[in-house]
């Protein structure tokens, strides 16, 4: 190399890393903007999810502590003794003939005695930060205001909070119904939308050939993966809810409600609308996983005689089936969160009574968060912060699952 070519050479490479280095730099600020803002969620949920209260109750917990237990450590004989003496005849009877005393859990006895007995009212909370940076002001602000209550560091998210149904009350509404609900949908979704999307990435990347109606196939696919989720309700309302009201509804099956009339807005037409959501998703996935096999594999198979559906089945899926996993993850994560669709279709905001079947009326944690959100009190406010958490926790557990097959099938491989 001369002189005179390496002095233009040298201030080309520093030039190079002085981009690169910038490059750098911005993929790293980028990385930590999405931190923050995550971080920012996380604060905003728990900060809500927490803190004091103050309450006020019509008969005081602790009148109820006998022997150095608590209300919540009584003996079943105890809390159907309070109940009897505490709450009228009327009343006793009906909670007995909804379903008798003998048959009822010890914390379903506890939430009676809490409901019709100690009857607490919050009538003022305050924020984690608050409470745990700000006592003094927390106590202050009681004392002036709600010198009549009790103050309390209350937990939201609690056992009785994922036990309890929904509720007109705040402190005895739960999320059971909505968490079973989110549970039925999400499983009609992946038993839909497993099937048919792998099917369909298996024959546009190992049958269909270079035809104008795949083309067309393809970019309709790719198209439909950025449709806005509110046009796929529009859709399942049309085609499920409506046009297949008598399979969605059950009354083709006998599965008619106890009003006896035929409705469409079903578990069954919520998961197949979230399963046609994520199917476009699912399919590109598992078309990108199935085109990353090498094909040296399947020539060695064909070379062997097998043919081409045993080659597809026991050498191309086997390797493709970590991507599809991963594919999978992403679409359940989108469809577990979904909340337009399920509202145009019909789901319940309020709804007392478990899903039976996938005929049932639903309601989803994410309806049920919206619900509360949209409500003018605090306290619903709380415990949609701790409905937030039961949903992140709910999405990490389903997506642990995911990752745990995803791995087990990837050392198979």
Do not use: C
Not at 268 to 288: D, F, R, V, W, Y
């Amino acid at each position: 190399m001369t002189t005179e070519t390496q002095a233009d050479f040298q201030p080309r490479v520093a030039q190079r890393r002085r981009r690169g280095l910038w490059w750098l730099l911005a993929f790293q600020a980028a990385t930590l903007v999405g931190i923050i803002a995550l971080g920012a969620l996380l604060y905003n949920v728990i900060n809500g999810a927490f803190g004091y209260v103050a309450v006020e109750y019509a008969v005081p917990p602790q009148q109820f502590a006998t022997g150095g237990y608590a209300l919540e450590q009584l003996h079943p004989l105890d809390l159907d003794y309070i109940l009897q003496t505490h709450v009228s005849a009327n009343l006793y009877r009906k909670l007995q003939q909804d379903k008798p005393f003998s048959e009822r859990t010890q914390p379903e006895l506890v939430d009676l005695v809490l409901r019709y007995v100690v009857k607490p009212d919050v009538v003022a909370s305050w924020t984690l930060t608050d409470s745990l940076l700000r006592p003094d002001r927390v106590r202050a602000e009681w004392e002036a205001h709600y010198p009549e209550t009790t103050l309390e560091f209350r937990s939201w998210l609690t056992p009785s909070f994922l036990a309890r149904p929904q509720s007109s009350r705040p402190e005895y509404a739960g999320v059971r119904t909505a968490v079973l609900g989110t549970l039925w949908t999400i499983a009609i979704s992946i038993l839909f939308t497993f099937p048919v999307g792998i099917g369909a990435a298996i024959y546009l990347e190992e049958y269909a050939g270079d035809r104008w109606y795949n083309r067309l196939i393809q970019t309709n696919i790719n198209n439909l993966a950025g449709v806005p989720s509110i046009i796929y309700g529009i859709l399942g309302l049309a085609v499920f809810v409506r046009m297949l009201e008598p399979l969605t509804s059950g009354a083709l099956l006998g599965a008619v409600p106890p009003d006896g009339t035929p409705n469409g807005r079903t578990i069954l037409s919520a998961g197949l609308t979230l399963g046609l959501l994520i199917l476009p998703i699912l399919i590109i996935n598992a078309q990108e996983a199935i085109r990353a096999v090498p094909n040296s594999l399947r020539y060695a198979s064909l070379g062997l005689g097998a043919t081409k559906w045993q080659t597809i089945w026991h050498h191309v899926l086997p390797e493709a089936l970590p991507g599809i996993l991963t594919g999978a993850i992403l679409a359940v994560s989108r469809a577990i969160g979904e909340t337009a669709p399920l509202v145009v279709i019909g789901a319940s905001t309020y709804i007392t009574f478990d899903p039976e079947g996938p005929f049932s009326r639903f309601t989803t944690l994410p309806v049920q968060i919206y619900q509360w959100t949209s409500r003018p009190q605090d306290d619903f406010r709380n415990i949609a912060a701790a409905a937030i958490l039961v949903l992140l926790v709910l999405l990490l557990s389903l997506n642990a699952v995911a990752i745990l097959l995803r791995n087990r099938y990837s050392r198979r491989a």
